[in-house]
C-alpha cells in the first residue's frame, strides 16, 4: 500500500511555462484534494473531487485546472505559471469527511 | 470561516504539558487535528465529531465543545518527537460542496530537552 503518491518532489518552472502535477492514491478513496501551502502557513484548498468524472473549486482555485477520469488520479494543472504560485501543493484522499491521507508534496519554484 | 489558532507558538521543555486551541465563528460538524513536521506531509492525530465521538491517537487527548464552537488538543508529558506545527481543520457542514475541511494557520511547537 503506496497511499498518496506525487510527482515530482521538486520543481523550477520559468514564468509563463506549464506542467502538471501528479497525484495517485491506492487506497480507493471517493474523495481526493489538492492544497497548498505558503511559507509558514496554513493549507489553502485549490480543487477538489468527490469522485471520478466530479470536481469542485476550493478557496484559491485561479490558474490551476484539475481532472479526475478515475478513482485513483487526480492532476493539478498550472497552465501559465507565476511567481505567485511558488508554494508547496500536497495532494490528499480520503472516505467522505473522514481522515485526510496526505502525499509527500511538490515544492514548486516560479522564476 | 477560517478557524483561529491559539497560541500561534510555544516552547516547552521535555515533560510539560500543552494545550492548544482552535476556534470558529461558525457551528461545526467535526474538527480534525494534523500535525506537520518541516518539511514533511501533515498526519493526521485525532477527529471529533459532533456528539462526542473522537477517534484518533491514544496518546493524544482533545476536547469539543459544540456549543462554544471551540476544540483543544492537550499534549502531556511532552516528548520531543512532540514538536512540529499542529493545525486544526474544521469541517462545517456535513455532505455535498460544504463538506471540506478548512484549516488554521497553525501552532508550532517546540519542545527542547
Known amino acids: 500500500n503506496a497511499g498518496v503518491t506525487q510527482t515530482p518532489k521538486f520543481r523550477i518552472l520559468k514564468i509563463g511555462q506549464s506542467m502538471t502535477l501528479q497525484c495517485t492514491q491506492d487506497?480507493?478513496?471517493?474523495?481526493m484534494y489538492w492544497y497548498r501551502q505558503d511559507p509558514g502557513m496554513g493549507l489553502k484548498l485549490i480543487y477538489y473531487?468527490?469522485?471520478?468524472?466530479?470536481?469542485d473549486k476550493g478557496e484559491v482555485p485561479n490558474g490551476y485546472n484539475v481532472s479526475r477520469s478515475t478513482t485513483e488520479d487526480f492532476p493539478l494543472r498550472l497552465e501559465l505559471a507565476a511567481p505567485s504560485q511558488t508554494s508547496v501543493y500536497f495532494c490528499?484522499?480520503?472516505?467522505?469527511?473522514?481522515?485526510?491521507?496526505f502525499g509527500p508534496g511538490t515544492r514548486l519554484l516560479v522564476l | 470561516q477560517q478557524p483561529v489558532q491559539s497560541p500561534q507558538a510555544v516552547i516547552l521543555r521535555e515533560g510539560e504539558d500543552a494545550v492548544i486551541n482552535c476556534s470558529s465563528s461558525?457551528?461545526?460538524?467535526?474538527v480534525h487535528w494534523y500535525r506537520q513536521k518541516h518539511g514533511e506531509a501533515p498526519v493526521f492525530l485525532m477527529i471529533?465529531?459532533?456528539?462526542?465521538e473522537q477517534k484518533g491517537h491514544e496518546k493524544i487527548s482533545a476536547s469539543f465543545n459544540e456549543k462554544k464552537q471551540q476544540s483543544s488538543l492537550y499534549l502531556t508529558a511532552s516528548q520531543l518527537s512532540y514538536s512540529g506545527t499542529y493545525f486544526c481543520?474544521?469541517?462545517?457542514?456535513?455532505?455535498?460542496?460544504?463538506?471540506?475541511?478548512?484549516f488554521g494557520k497553525g501552532t508550532k511547537l517546540s519542545v527542547k530537552p
Open positions: 461558525k457551528a461545526l460538524y467535526s
Open positions: 471529533l465529531l459532533k456528539g462526542g
Open positions: 487506497m480507493n478513496h471517493n474523495y
Open positions: 481543520g474544521t469541517l462545517m457542514n456535513y455532505g455535498g460542496s460544504q463538506g471540506n475541511l478548512i
Open positions: 490528499a484522499s480520503s472516505y467522505p469527511h473522514e481522515t485526510q491521507y
Open positions: 473531487s468527490v469522485g471520478a468524472g466530479i470536481t
